[in-house]
């Protein structure tokens, strides 16, 4: 069964990395500088099983003072910046109703066309 990131909190599939008591250090101290609170959950562990790409992120000095410039900036409680915001996380667009390419397609395919008798009605 795969282990959960505790910083991401995603399944580790790959890109796994297993802290030891040395590196737990490192990241109760990242937890501090960046006053998230998840230092509570490293403390008393022996061992922890992470991406390698999140301990980078949240251990990185510029990453810690980059993230607490934005959170500083946006108001927001801190919290790690190891899950992205995606495209997929938003609502998706209309674009029968928005789109002001597709609102004129649907006004000019919605138009009736001109009625023409037919060709084997004709007198000749």
């Known amino acids: 069964m795969a282990e959960k990131c505790t910083l991401c909190e995603d399944y580790v599939v790959t890109d796994k990395c297993g802290v030891g008591e040395k590196?737990?250090?490192g990241l109760i101290k990242a937890s501090i500088a960046?006053?998230?609170?998840?230092?509570?959950?490293f403390r008393g562990q022996k061992k922890i099983v992470l991406h390698a790409s999140c301990r980078k992120k949240y251990t990185r000095p510029q990453s810690i003072t980059r993230d607490l410039k934005i959170a500083v900036l946006d108001g927001q409680p801190l919290t790690s910046s190891s899950t992205p915001c995606l495209r997929s996380s938003q609502l998706e667009f209309d674009f029968k109703s928005k789109c002001l390419c597709a609102v004129m397609v649907s006004v000019l395919t919605s138009r009736r066309g001109v009625r023409t008798r037919s060709s084997s009605r004709r007198i000749e």
């Open 23 to 25: 590196g737990i250090d």
């Open 34 to 41: 960046r006053k998230d609170g998840k230092h509570e959950l």
